[in-house]
């Protein structure tokens, strides 16, 4: 019956009960639409950088890190290769031959590094051939193609078949330059690569700098899902003597983005909840001043102090047990709306997300899980919200209520 | 039997500024079955003494005995329980849960104690039908006259099965015709089952109706009369 005392007491004003309660349903959708546009930017970001820059796993000879070059190569490099048809995890593998150097066009030259890789490969792991937006992917160009990114196209004033002049130093420190043309112009979605790589093929640079076929600095491995990642870079590092590392490891901004994204949402969901807890605070204080004298007279006929605070923690909590779900049912509305209607268009502020390496589109993601640690943190910020106010409850003497009557 | 006695009970508003003597040296004793009027000018002490028999107040000195047990030194834990298990209330507002229909206000105070659902529903159902209104039993409070909504308190106060029932103004605000419905029931609770009211008044109709008027001025007892 106090459970039913508490029902019908959220309806007596039902004005008042139906603002607390839109404002927990807003502010519970607030933070499920926040959390999933973080999931969305910060995995698009994470993604884009995994699938098109630097793979799920590298392998390099242990000496690269303190020097990279072609100093040091990786050891038995077509053992490497052969690694796809050995652990089935593995989706694709390209092997890279990566050198400073210099590219000069008529107008002006740059510092860049020189990708040297075979494209068919390159393709299978990193998805190039699909950023190419002007010209093609190494077929037209028969001789010495390269592929540059529409930044260092535009700082060059160069267009597709123009030529730029490649210079980068061999083993032996000499200085070997060698004529290219441009065979397309690509808009990765990794800043990184738009911003200073380019591409020519592994045979092109091995002539112009003396290297065999089979001398590579970089393998990059790209598996069928990241679940498997740490079991397959453990059976790697059973097979070679190379360094094998994670993307985790080459990049510590993948572990500085989803710990700023977490910070981040873990701050709006605190703000979020603050402010619903003052507002649920708010409201049980003005209910509860408003029944002083019922609440007095309950306690004078005899019902006990625990029942009171029971009471009224009963009133907050099934007030945020309607009004929670409805806000998480327009949570989730919304993501399913975005996400069979093309995604969130920010094309407007496309400029800036690529910048960090993040999408136009959002497609809202947010794991199933979110929603009911969602539902628990409110119904906790309701009962902490409901404290104060049942212990005002609480503290009514009975006799101060029954002089008012 | 004596159900309820006061002994030189005082009680002193401001005792250490400006004390004020609200009720000053009471002795008195109530038997089972009474039914008596406490009446006196507004001021007197009147309320003052009934919440002190009540267990909402504390008194200064003496003593308050209810059913031989001394409520002095009870914490306000075992008041409360002693209220709810001993004491029936009647307010001169009424003051029911408005969001309960009248049989809910009944049974509100038995689920307090505990009682099973089955005697819970013959009780409130008996308690409807002795007070006149079961055809009422479904409504709110808001949809009851005043004189309807003070049998629904008579009845919530008796639902408990006190020792006694303590009714502050209990027709101050009620019309003549209900407060002669209100007195009759009362009345014949009081002598059939033996129940003790006892009120506080201004009420003539009240006071006429009293087997016993005990008359406070300035807290002090001036006249007991049994009739």
């Known amino acids: 019956m106090i459970l039913s005392l508490a029902w019908k007491n959220i309806w007596r004003s039902k004005r008042r009960s139906f603002v607390v309660m839109s404002a927990v349903a807003i502010g519970v959708w607030s933070i499920i639409f926040m959390v999933s546009f973080y999931n969305s930017m910060t995995g698009a970001i994470s993604r884009n950088s995994l699938q098109h820059d630097y793979s799920h796993i590298q392998i390099h000879h242990e000496g690269y890190l303190s020097e990279p070059g072609l100093g040091f190569q990786v050891k038995n490099p077509s053992r490497l290769l052969e690694f796809s048809s050995q652990i089935s995890d593995i989706e694709a593998t390209t092997g890279r031959l990566i050198v400073n150097g210099m590219v000069a066009s008529p107008k002006t030259n740059l510092g860049i590094q020189v990708y040297a890789i075979d494209p068919a490969n390159e393709a299978a792991v990193t998805d190039l051939p699909s950023f190419i937006i002007a010209g093609d992917y190494f077929i037209n160009i028969k001789r010495n193609p390269i592929l540059l990114s529409q930044k260092l196209a535009e700082k060059l004033k160069v267009k597709v078949r123009s030529k730029v002049v490649i210079t980068v130093q061999d083993l032996e420190a000499n200085i070997r330059a060698g004529a290219f043309r441009v065979s397309g112009i690509f808009h990765s979605k990794s800043p990184r690569i738009n911003n200073g790589v380019i591409y020519l093929r592994h045979e092109d640079l091995s002539k112009l700098i003396n290297l065999p076929d089979t001398a590579f600095n970089e393998f990059a491995y790209l598996l069928k899902d990241n679940e498997s990642l740490i079991e397959t870079k453990q059976m790697m590092e059973a097979k070679t003597n190379n360094m094998v590392r994670t993307y985790r490891e080459i990049a510590p901004e993948f572990d500085m983005i989803e710990e700023g994204s977490a910070i981040s949402k873990q701050v709006i969901t605190v703000i979020v909840m603050l402010a619903l807890l003052f507002g649920i605070i708010n409201t049980m204080l003005m209910a509860v001043l408003e029944r002083t004298k019922e609440i007095g007279m309950l306690r004078a006929i005899g019902m006990f102090k625990r029942k009171i605070f029971l009471m009224i923690v009963l009133e907050t909590f099934m007030i945020s047990l309607v009004s929670a779900p409805v806000g998480l049912m327009a949570g989730f509305l919304t993501n399913v709306y975005f996400e069979k209607n093309g995604g969130m268009d920010l094309s407007q502020y496309a400029g800036a997300l690529e910048q960090y390496g993040g999408d136009a589109i959002f497609y809202p993601q947010i794991a199933q899980s979110t929603y009911l640690l969602l539902m628990l943190v409110v119904m906790m910020t309701a009962l902490i919200g409901a404290i104060y106010p049942a212990i005002k409850a609480v503290n009514l003497k009975p006799l101060e209520a029954i002089r008012k009557l | ?227």
């Open chain 2, 1 to 227: 039997m004596k159900v309820i006695e006061l002994k030189n009970l005082s009680k002193i508003y401001n005792p250490e500024t400006i004390p004020v003597r609200a009720i000053n040296d009471v002795t008195l004793s109530v038997k089972e079955g009474e039914f008596t009027a406490i009446v006196g000018p507004s001021g007197c002490g009147k309320t003052t003494l009934l919440n002190m028999i009540g267990g909402l107040d504390i008194s200064s000195e003496g003593s308050v005995e209810v059913g031989g047990v001394s409520i002095q030194d009870m914490n306000e834990s075992q008041l409360t329980a002693f209220r709810l298990q001993h004491i029936g209330f009647v307010f001169q507002a009424y003051n029911l849960i408005p969001v309960f229909t009248a049989k809910e206000n009944i049974e509100f105070i038995m689920v307090l104690q505990n009682m099973d659902a089955k005697t819970m529903q013959e009780r409130s159902d008996d308690l409807l039908d002795r007070m006149g209104i079961k055809n009422q039993k479904n409504r709110r409070p808001s949809e009851l006259s005043g004189g309807q909504q003070q049998r629904v308190a008579v009845a919530r106060a008796l639902a408990a099965r006190p020792k006694f029932v303590l009714a502050d103004e209990p027709t101050a605000n009620l019309d003549s015709g209900s407060t002669e419905d209100l007195l009759d029931i009362m009345a014949k609770l009081n002598k059939e089952e033996k129940i003790t009211f006892i009120f506080s008044t201004h009420d003539q109709r009240v006071i006429d109706r009293a087997k016993r008027v005990i008359t406070l001025e300035d807290g002090v007892i001036i006249s007991d009369e049994h009739r």
